[in-house]
Each structure stands twice: as structure tokens, then as C-alpha cells.
């Protein structure tokens, strides 16, 4: 069964955190999209990126909320509260 899941990345020094919204992702699916956004946000360090952006799943690589991975804290695989038990 599907869920809406969202990834919550977050920063330090007090930084927003950035919403990707996962809706209709299967509970693997989620984790799946959480380890290739973290797989993401290690590639970027390695080659000193300046950005990502969160929107996995589109077409377009830079659709979405950007991402300064140097600041990245953690990525969190959240499901809202007003989902349905699957």
C-alpha cells in the first residue's frame, strides 16, 4: 500500500528545513528515495557542488527546493500523521 511520505532535510545553524513531498510512495519506495538523496548529497561533497535540489523524481535536475549539501544535518523519512495505517 501507498503512503505520502515526505523526506525532511535538514540543516544546522538554524536553517529551514526542505520538504520533498513523496506521495504515493510504497514504504520501500520512501526509504529507497531517502538513500538516494543522502547517496545525492554525498556525490555532491565529493565533487564539491555547490547545489542539489529535492525534487528526485522529476525530469528536470534542477526542479525543486535547492540543497547547499555542505550544510546538510540529516534526512528524515517522515510519514504525516493524517495518513492511513497501511
Not at 545553524?13 to 506521495?23: F, I
Not at 554525498?42 to 534542477?62: G, R
Request: glycine fraction near 6%; proline fraction near 10%.
Amino acid at each position: 500500500m501507498s503512503h505520502h511520505y515526505v523526506l525532511e532535510v535538514h540543516f544546522g545553524d538554524d536553517e529551514p528545513t526542505v520538504r520533498v513531498e513523496l506521495p504515493g510512495y510504497s514504504d520501500d519506495d520512501a526509504e529507497v528515495a531517502r538513500q538516494t538523496l543522502l547517496r545525492s548529497v554525498e556525490h555532491a561533497l565529493q565533487v564539491e557542488a555547490p547545489l542539489i535540489y529535492s525534487a528526485a523524481t522529476d525530469a528536470d535536475p534542477q526542479a525543486g527546493e535547492p540543497i547547499d549539501p555542505t550544510k546538510v544535518t540529516s534526512v528524515d523519512l517522515i510519514e504525516p500523521a493524517g495518513d492511513p495505517p497501511g
